[in-house]
């Protein structure tokens, strides 16, 4: 066995940091959304953090609105992710052109998206400009757990995608190691 090389400039695509999501926003006037493939999930609380900038139109919103929704899209809408992260909402409708469902929230603007497994309602609680990182807080959370398809797309960063797969069971050797609740 012999290790090759691997030009730093790509080390991020050995370290895929969690699930694609569709983020929605709304500026009040005109909901948005857009996909993000760099998430985070700090500590074991309902905080988060998306990697997004002003190149993103969906920005603008976030920043102003200080809401959104995370969607959890699964395998089966791949075509509907992909056309969603390479057009702008800036000259798009993504709801109307790509024929996506949105339902009302309950505690913020911005949609829901049902065909997703799941929607995470948050509000923006920091917003880390040099690094493009904005720090959400879940304030309400819904799952459908009739949903056939439950396998999540993971983006490895040069257009390919991880989906999950196999799930294995080690709740019970780590009882003692979680948090109290989980």
């Known amino acids: 066995m ?7 400039s790509r080390g991020f695509t050995l370290l895929e940091p969690g699930p694609v999501v569709l983020v929605t926003t709304s500026d009040g006037k005109r909901d948005n959304v857009m996909t993000i493939t760099w998430t985070m999930v700090l ?14 139109y969906s ?7 200080k809401e959104c929704v995370l969607a959890i899209p699964t395998v089966d809408l791949i075509d509907k992710v992909i056309g969603i992260g390479t057009c702008s909402g800036l000259d798009t409708d993504k709801f109307e052109a790509l024929g996506l469902t949105r339902t009302p929230a309950r505690l913020v603007r911005p949609p829901l998206l049902p065909d997703c497994l799941a929607n995470i309602e948050c509000r923006v609680v920091d917003i ?3 690094y ?11 799952i459908d757990r009739d949903r056939q398809e439950r396998r999540m797309l993971h983006a490895v960063g040069d257009g390919t995608f991880l989906v999950d797969g196999e799930t294995i069971d080690r709740r019970a050797a780590m009882r003692s190691k979680l948090p109290p609740g989980l």
């Not at 012999?2 to 730093?8: F, H, K, M, Q």
């Not at 500590?43 to 993103?56: E, M």
């Not at 920005?59 to 609105?65: R, T």
């Open 43 to 56: 500590d074991f609380s309902p905080t988060f953090a998306i990697k997004t900038g002003p190149w993103n």
């Open 128 to 130: 880390l400009d040099p």
């Open 132 to 142: 493009g990182i904005v720090v959400l807080e879940g304030i309400a959370a819904c």
């Open 2 to 8: 012999a290790l090759e090389e691997l030009p730093l």
């Open 59 to 65: 920005y603008a919103a976030l920043s102003e609105s």
